[in-house]
């Protein structure tokens, strides 16, 4: 079954400190791999996706992500965090049974960022 | 982008009563989803939407307990069926794109609480 893992229920990061939230996943085939985020009393907003290509992926709000297929890893990582980055972040996978423009995604459990000044 | 409008917020209701949630969109899209998560968890998937057809539901969830309308490209709505406190959750609209189909937007969700 394709599944995402995020181990860290919650990151503490200083503000200016580089941060990473790690995910890790398990898919047949090749894997579409997305972060989101979510702000308080928000929706969840789509920073960026692995489709194919370069495996450092750049997105929204500074974050990149790097993806490593021998690790089965899609890590979140900014060089510098932020006190407005503090939000719950999801690692979602595309499930590839899913096909014509279906796109059910299978979200981790979610990690709390928190970034302190 | 895609902005999503859902209503309500959030909502506080008696066990056994019915709550429907609507989701406008401001264009036309493809797809449209309905999510719940639960209080510390993760997003499941209940249903897609289906325009002038009925929704396709994942397993666990039925239609008698969550049913979907979805009558236009831009509007669809959930209700939640005689409720139980077990139904607290924050239920979420979603909507992809043909031309981006990897990419979903989410409204801001409505915070259900069952009593």
């Known amino acids: 079954a394709q599944s995402v893992a995020q181990p860290e229920d919650q990151v503490n990061v200083a503000e200016g400190n580089p941060l990473t939230v790690k995910c890790t996943y398990s898919?047949?085939?090749?894997?579409?791999l997305f972060w989101y985020v979510q702000y308080p009393n928000r929706g969840l907003q789509f920073l960026l996706k692995?489709?194919?290509?370069?495996?450092l992926v750049k997105g929204s709000y500074g974050f990149e992500a790097e993806f490593n297929k021998s690790q089965t890893s899609f890590h979140l990582k900014k060089p510098s965090a932020l006190v407005s980055d503090s939000a719950l972040y999801f690692c979602a996978v595309r499930d590839p049974q899913r096909s014509g423009g279906y796109n059910k995604l299978i979200f981790g459990a979610g990690t709390r960022l928190a970034v302190h000044p | 982008s895609a902005v999503i409008s859902q209503k309500p917020s959030r909502d506080i209701c008696q066990r056994g009563t019915s709550l429907t949630i609507q989701c406008q969109v401001d264009s036309q899209v493809t797809m449209m989803f309905w999510y719940r998560q639960q209080p510390g968890q993760s997003l499941t998937l209940i249903a897609t939407a289906n325009q002038g057809s009925e929704a396709t539901y994942e397993s666990g969830f039925v239609i008698d307990k969550f049913p979907i309308s979805r009558p236009n490209l831009t509007f669809s709505t959930l209700t939640v069926s005689n409720m139980s406190p077990e139904d607290s959750s924050i239920y979420l609209c979603s909507v992809g794109r043909m031309g981006d189909r990897e990419k979903l937007f989410f409204g801001s969700g409505t915070q259900l609480s069952v009593l």
């Open positions: 692995y489709i194919t290509g370069d495996n």
């Open positions: 898919v047949s085939g090749n894997p579409y």
